[in-house]
């Protein structure tokens, strides 16, 4: 999945990352088996995140 902001106020890469970004970037990738980044591009910020299906179905499995 890529999730990507487009038409805001410009975006410069960060000098440090985040309780937000550490969250999404570690937490999510692992809760998912998975990865997740972000990226900071000029137009705005791009957060790809990739996991297997079987991945998130056994995790919203765990919820049931």
Known sequence: ???KERHGPPVVQPNRRG???RLIEKGLAADLGGLAQLIFEPDG???M???S???IQAREASFD
């Open 45 to 47: 910020v791009c957060c």
């Open 49 to 51: 995140i990739e996991a």
């Open 19 to 21: 309780f937000g970004s």
């Open 1 to 3: 999945m890529t999730w």
């Open 53 to 55: 299906c079987a991945a």
